[in-house]
T-cell receptor
Framework: GAVVSQHPSRVICKSGTSVKIECRSL??????MFWYRQFPKKSLMLMAT?????????EQGVEKDKFLINHASLTLSTLTVTSAHPEDSSFYIC???????????FGSGTRLTVV | DQQVKQNSPSLSVQEGRISILNCDYT??????FLWYKKYPAEGPTFLIS?????DKNEDGRFTVFLNKSAKHLSLHIVPSQPGDSAVYFC????????????????FGKGTHLIIQP
């Protein structure tokens, strides 16, 4: 079945630095990918929708200059958390939408800890 | 404003019995619903989905029921097994509402299902 690979699975960084998270669709082309964030004991919140070759669409309240999304190819979308702060510590998950059966496949997530 | 609600944070069921997880939604534009299973520090795993043109979809031990008039759906797992213990998320999408059909999912807060031996 469709597989979405997300790396890294876990990252610890210092305040003020930037972190890049990659999301790849391994055996299919994903024209649309989504980035979610999950706080402890909360639901997954959609951050942005990433379309190949165009600018990402951000949800209300999400800073586009802080969370840079690049969807340069049909198999790769990246999320860069710029100038990270401790409040950015969270679990980030990407998802790709299948066009065949309207399914959404998720990556395994990235646990970001900013110290 | 929580558009997808899972009002039970946790549910404990005896092994072999039926597990029923409930989900309510408020946005009438939602026309596609999904259930995901999630373990800590992992991404959600797709279980089953249902389109608003149906009221029931079954896949093995999993059945999803949709009551559009009540804006309510439920996931039935029978018989429940120890490996079913996880957090279950209900998600919804306004799939057909937008041109192209590409839309992010709106998730509920999840229900922690605990299967007791």
């Amino acid at each position: 079945g469709a597989v979405v690979s997300q790396h890294p699975s876990r990252v610890i960084c210092k305040s003020g630095t930037s972190v890049k998270i990659e999301c790849r669709s391994l055996d299919f082309q994903a024209t649309t990918m989504f980035w979610y964030r999950q706080f402890p004991k909360k639901s997954l919140m959609l951050m942005a929708t990433s379309n190949e070759g165009s600018k990402a669409t951000y949800e209300q309240g999400v800073e586009k200059d802080k969370f840079l999304i690049n969807h340069a190819s049909l198999t790769l979308s990246t999320l860069t958390v710029t100038s990270a702060h401790p409040e950015d510590s969270s679990f980030y998950i990407c998802s790709a939408k299948m066009t065949v059966n309207y399914g959404y496949t998720f990556g395994s997530g990235t646990r970001l800890t900013v110290v | 404003d929580q558009q997808v609600k899972q009002n039970s944070p946790s549910l404990s069921v005896q092994e072999g019995r039926i597990s029923i997880l409930n989900c309510d939604y408020t946005n009438s534009m939602f026309d596609y619903f999904l259930w995901y299973k999630k373990y800590p520090a992992e991404g959600p795993t797709f279980l089953i989905s249902i389109s608003s043109i149906k009221d029931k979809n079954e896949d093995g031990r999993f059945t999803v029921f949709l009551n559009k008039s009540a804006k309510h759906l439920s996931l039935h797992i029978v018989p429940s097994q120890p490996g079913d213990s996880a957090v279950y998320f209900c998600a919804a999408s306004a799939l057909m509402a937008r041109a192209g059909g590409a839309d992010g999912l709106t998730f509920g807060k999840g229900t922690h299902l605990i299967i007791q031996p």
